[in-house]
């Protein structure tokens, strides 16, 4: 079938990959800025609002990697650097192998401070595709940014060819575009959306098993001039475009597959073959393809977006004597792809991405095909010298700098040097709880209150200490419960100028069971400064603290995805989840601790989430690893990020209306 790179697709990708142990990034600061170099992701270039995502300047290097055989760290040894992005493929909707799979390659990615491109291939036919679906994989990502790692999302890729099963169906596949859209623009501020057709020659790819019938009802959308017929002479991207409001990035897979089909000859590629099939204006040996539009124009230009190449290659067939020599193939191709001359032509060319693959291809008769540039150590010297030279291309900084041990509740280290750096346009949730200085004892907890049925204990602290670090006030005017009985939590300046945090702890160690908070304050609507946390915590050091977290906090960072259920060590990143809190004057949030599992979740009012008018906004259950009880008492907690005043000089207060404990039976 005359579809270049369709032979790489429905890969075995679903396994488990090489890489340890890796702890979630640190972005304290506003938007992702680009890996290693100046500021980018918020700003406004000369022409337009950047996207999602997108460098201000220059080309993300990526590399489609086989996972099942090779790992991040060990591609960027051979390369001398680190891959800004990385290439996974995934079944949608996710089954338990794929998020198994995708956590692994996160965390490799998050190890080399990356950006992930998932390509999602549906498993369910289109029009079958539902809300839920789509919410379900946004909070999947909005996790993966949590850890760290953007996303950019390359949904049903390859839409107008003939052998997928979403293939040539334009209307299911542009309400299911939207759908997921929708979600990742949502819930994932660090994700984006990528459409990318097939390359347009030989549209529209007869003879596939999915070619699109006269009687489909979607025909005459393709028959994009009217004349009964569908041929090259209609527009083979425009009736797939799902719209610039579900769009982020718009892409193209490239590759040389040799000069003519069956695509068997090891060739050098022609000159500017790359540039020439980009816009539309290909006339060489594998046809004359100027009757095509111009993608880079229409798309990227007209639609005003950033343009990727999420998979490139030169073909070198191993089962082909004679020929032109690999590295010359190899060397041709990526002369064009990876060149400064072309990214001048096209300032809108922000990823490539090369396919370091060496597999069997149906194309070519199942023939061993060897895409890769730094396998061979000739060739990856070549590859390496040329790719040093162009100044234009982006890399990732390496491998991650671990982060040091965290005491409760507290925010991301302020970013240094080592922090990772990509592009988003919208800002980056604070991810899970770092630590300021710590205690150098116990905290102390004198004042008693009576609040809910038990006795807590105000933390009191005319010293730094951790959360934050900040001061710790009892003070009657900061911690008190009202003739309603109410508990009211305040951080406000003390007597002596300096602000004050507040936290109680419960003198029950209560242990297995139900623990739920009701809060009777808008805690979606916190000072940029200030965190709220609900948490469980023991002084002895023994099964992390003991400590699980219900928290509330921006870090002084716009984003809605404020609130966030941990299970320690936060250094896991699978313990971590981000979640919006609801947009309601009281709200409940509880977590079930059992042997086996802590399950967490928020609803807006009630105290019951099945009581009639409750939503129930979040839910997320952390299998596995689960402290047992031991010394862990409750902690309620009003802090400052860093100890840093709010911005409006103002005292911040919460209100908890209730608490309440139920056994575990």
Same mark, same amino acid.
């Given at each position: 079938?005359?579809?270049?790179?369709?032979?790489?697709?429905?890969?075995?990708?679903?396994?488990?990959?090489?890489?340890?142990?890796?702890?979630?990034?640190?972005?304290?600061?506003?938007?992702?800025? &680009?890996?290693?170099?100046?500021?980018?992701?918020?700003?406004?270039?000369?022409?337009?609002?950047?996207? &999602?995502?997108?460098?201000?300047?220059?080309?993300?290097?990526?590399?489609?990697?086989?996972?099942?055989?090779?790992?991040?760290?060990?591609?960027?040894?051979?390369?001398?650097?680190?891959?800004?992005?990385?290439?996974?493929?995934?079944?949608?909707?996710?089954?338990?192998?794929?998020?198994?799979?995708?956590?692994?390659?996160?965390?490799?990615?998050?190890?080399?401070?990356?950006?992930?491109?998932?390509?999602?291939?549906?498993?369910?036919?289109? $029009?079958?595709?539902?809300? +839920?679906?789509?919410?379900?994989?946004? /909070?999947?990502?909005?996790?993966?940014?949590?850890?760290?790692?953007?996303?950019?999302?390359?949904?049903?890729?390859?839409?107008?060819?003939?052998?997928?099963?979403?293939?040539? $169906?334009?209307?299911?596949?542009?309400?299911?575009?939207?759908?997921?859209?929708?979600?990742?623009?949502?819930?994932?501020?660090?994700?984006?959306?990528?459409?990318?057709?097939?390359?347009?020659?030989?549209?529209?790819?007869?003879?596939?098993?999915?070619?699109?019938?006269?009687?489909?009802?979607?025909?005459?959308?393709?028959?994009?001039?009217?004349?009964?017929?569908?041929?090259?002479?209609?527009?083979?991207?425009?009736?797939?475009?799902?719209?610039?409001?579900?769009?982020?990035?718009?892409?193209?897979?490239?590759?040389?597959?040799?000069?003519?089909?069956?695509?068997?000859?090891?060739?050098?590629?022609?000159?500017?073959?790359?540039?020439?099939?980009?816009?539309?204006?290909?006339?060489?040996?594998?046809?004359?393809?100027?009757?095509?539009?111009?993608?880079?124009?229409?798309?990227?230009?007209?639609?005003?977006? %950033?343009?990727?190449?999420?998979?490139?290659?030169?073909?070198?067939?191993?089962?082909?004597?004679?020929?032109?020599?690999?590295?010359?193939?190899?060397?041709?191709?990526?002369?064009?792809?990876?060149?400064?001359?072309?990214?001048?032509?096209?300032?809108?060319?922000?990823?490539?991405?090369?396919?370091?693959?060496?597999?069997?291809?149906?194309?070519?008769?199942?023939?061993?095909?060897?895409?890769? *540039?730094?396998?061979?150590?000739?060739?990856?010297?070549?590859?390496?010298?040329?790719?040093?030279? $162009?100044? +234009?291309?982006?890399?990732?900084?390496?491998?991650?700098?671990?982060? %040091?041990? %965290?005491?409760?509740?507290?925010?991301?280290?302020?970013?240094?040097?080592?922090?990772?750096?990509?592009?988003?346009?919208?800002?980056?949730?604070?991810?899970?709880?770092?630590?300021?200085?710590?205690?150098?004892?116990?905290?102390?907890?004198?004042?008693?209150?009576?609040?809910?049925?038990?006795?807590?204990?105000?933390?009191?602290?005319?010293?730094?200490?951790?959360?934050?670090?900040?001061?710790?006030?009892?003070?009657?005017?900061?911690?008190?419960?009202?003739?309603?009985?109410?508990?009211?939590?305040?951080?406000?300046?003390?007597?002596?100028?300096?602000?004050?945090?507040?936290?109680?702890?419960?003198?029950?160690?209560?242990?297995?069971?139900?623990?739920?908070?009701?809060? *009777?304050?808008?805690?979606?609507?916190?000072?940029?400064?200030?965190?709220?946390?609900?948490?469980?915590?023991?002084?002895? %050091?023994?099964?992390?603290?003991?400590?699980?977290?219900?928290?509330?906090?921006?870090?002084?960072?716009?984003?809605?995805?404020?609130?966030?259920?941990?299970? /320690?060590?936060?250094?896991?990143?699978?313990?971590?989840?981000?979640?919006?809190?609801?947009?309601?004057?009281?709200?409940?949030?509880?977590?079930?601790? &059992?042997?086996?599992?802590?399950?967490?979740?928020?609803?807006?009012?009630?105290?019951?989430?099945?009581?009639?008018?409750? /939503?129930?906004?979040?839910?997320?259950?952390?299998?596995?690893?689960?402290?047992?009880?031991?010394?862990?008492?409750?902690?309620?907690?009003?802090?400052?990020?860093?100890?840093?005043?709010?911005?409006?000089?103002?005292?911040?207060?919460?209100?908890?209306?209730?608490?309440?404990?139920?056994?575990?039976?």
């Amino acid at each position: 079938m005359n579809h270049p790179g369709a032979g790489r697709r429905l890969l075995v990708r679903r396994r488990f990959l090489v890489g340890g142990f890796v702890l979630p990034v640190l972005i304290g600061a506003g938007a992702l800025v &680009r890996l290693g170099l100046p500021s980018i992701g918020t700003g406004v270039s000369s022409n337009r609002p950047l996207a &999602r995502l997108e460098p201000a300047s220059g080309t993300l290097y990526g590399v489609n990697l086989d996972w099942e055989h090779d790992s991040a760290a060990a591609y960027a040894e051979r390369l001398g650097k680190s891959a800004a992005a990385y290439v996974a493929f995934a079944q949608f909707p996710l089954q338990s192998g794929d998020e198994t799979y995708l956590d692994n390659v996160v965390d490799q990615v998050w190890q080399q401070r990356g950006l992930l491109l998932v390509t999602l291939e549906p498993t369910v036919a289109l $029009q079958d595709i539902t809300l +839920q679906m789509a919410d379900e994989f946004g /909070q999947h990502l909005a996790g993966y940014n949590a850890r760290g790692v953007p996303v950019l999302v390359r949904f049903a890729h390859e839409m107008n060819g003939s052998w997928y099963p979403w293939g040539q $169906q334009p209307t299911a596949y542009a309400r299911a575009f939207r759908l997921l859209a929708d979600a990742v623009h949502r819930v994932a501020d660090q994700s984006a959306m990528l459409w990318a057709p097939n390359y347009g020659a030989g549209y529209p790819f007869t003879g596939g098993t999915y070619e699109i019938k006269p009687d489909n009802l979607d025909f005459p959308l393709l028959d994009t001039n009217h004349d009964g017929i569908l041929d090259a002479r209609d527009d083979m991207y425009a009736p797939y475009y799902p719209g610039d409001d579900a769009v982020d990035w718009v892409g193209m897979t490239l590759y040389h597959w040799g000069d003519v089909w069956p695509w068997e000859k090891n060739i050098i590629p022609e000159p500017d073959k790359f540039e020439s099939q980009l816009s539309g204006t290909y006339d060489g040996a594998g046809g004359d393809d100027r009757g095509l539009p111009d993608f880079y124009r229409v798309y990227a230009e007209g639609h005003g977006k %950033p343009l990727a190449i999420p998979e490139t290659a030169a073909l070198y067939n191993t089962s082909e004597p004679g020929g032109d020599a690999e590295l010359d193939i190899k060397r041709a191709w990526w002369r064009q792809v990876f060149n400064a001359d072309v990214a001048r032509k096209f300032p809108l060319l922000k990823m490539i991405n090369w396919f370091e693959w060496r597999k069997p291809e149906p194309e070519v008769g199942n023939s061993v095909i060897d895409w890769t *540039a730094t396998l061979d150590p000739t060739i990856r010297q070549a590859f390496v010298d040329d790719l040093s030279s $162009q100044d +234009q291309l982006v890399f990732g900084r390496g491998p991650a700098v671990p982060a %040091p041990t %965290p005491r409760t509740g507290s925010p991301p280290l302020t970013p240094g040097s080592d922090v990772p750096v990509l592009a988003t346009s919208t800002s980056v949730p604070a991810l899970s709880t770092a630590t300021g200085p710590l205690p150098s004892s116990p905290s102390d907890y004198r004042r008693a209150l009576e609040f809910a049925g038990y006795e807590w204990r105000v933390r009191v602290a005319s010293d730094l200490e951790g959360p934050g670090p900040n001061y710790f006030s009892d003070a009657p005017d900061d911690v008190w419960v009202d003739g309603g009985g109410l508990l009211h939590l305040r951080a406000a300046p003390g007597p002596d100028g300096r602000w004050y945090s507040t936290e109680i702890q419960s003198t029950a160690s209560l242990g297995y069971g139900t623990y739920t908070f009701v809060i *009777a304050s808008r805690v979606d609507q916190l000072d940029p400064a200030a965190a709220v946390g609900l948490f469980t915590w023991s002084d002895d %050091p023994s099964e992390s603290h003991r400590e699980m977290d219900i928290e509330f906090a921006t870090f002084r960072q716009p984003t809605l995805l404020s609130g966030r259920y941990t299970r /320690q060590p936060y250094t896991d990143p699978a313990n971590v989840y981000l979640f919006k809190p609801p947009a309601t004057d009281a709200s409940t949030h509880s977590f079930v601790w &059992r042997p086996s599992d802590v399950t967490f979740q928020s609803w807006t009012d009630a105290a019951d989430a099945s009581t009639a008018g409750a /939503q129930v906004v979040a839910r997320h259950t952390f299998a596995g690893s689960i402290p047992s009880p031991g010394d862990e008492h409750v902690h309620m907690n009003v802090w400052l990020d860093a100890g840093v005043p709010p911005t409006d000089g103002q005292p911040i207060e919460i209100v908890i209306r209730a608490f309440a404990f139920t056994p575990l039976q």
